[in-house]
């Protein structure tokens, strides 16, 4: 895929960025995320990077993260290389808080380098009232 000519400042792009969330009758809902990102400049390998909050009332389903060279070669990170991490234990001034988040960076993630992610998360059931799915999901 070619990218667009970017300014010198410009060290990450973002190709693509879905978001599928569904709700059952019940209020149950799942949201799908998918993002592909291109490390541009050596000041993009940041972007390598994936982090996903959850609490008790959700649950990551899975989280895959690759990483496509620019020569072709792809790696995946496994599962034992994910790290789940409280919240808590992030910011020093929080006592107790029951979010805790998902972290996982590309394998080679170097000037060129394309990162893809996708996962899956089950959301607390949804209330009724203002706000409820605005709660979980950013349109």
Known sequence: MQVPAYGDDVSACVLLRQDTLSVDAAGHAVLYHRE?????????????????????????????????????????????????VAEDAVAADVLFDDAHLQEATAIGADTGSVIAFEYKQALEPLQAGAGAVSDHAAF
Do not use: C, M
């Not at 940041?46 to 072709?72: C, I, M, Q």
């Open 36 to 84: 592909v990102r291109k490390i541009l400049r050596p000041q993009g390998r940041p972007e390598a990077g994936v982090v996903v909050a959850y609490n008790k009332g959700s649950r990551v389903e899975f989280l895959h993260v690759w990483t496509v060279e620019p020569d072709g070669h792809v790696y995946a990170v496994k599962s034992k290389d994910i790290a789940d």
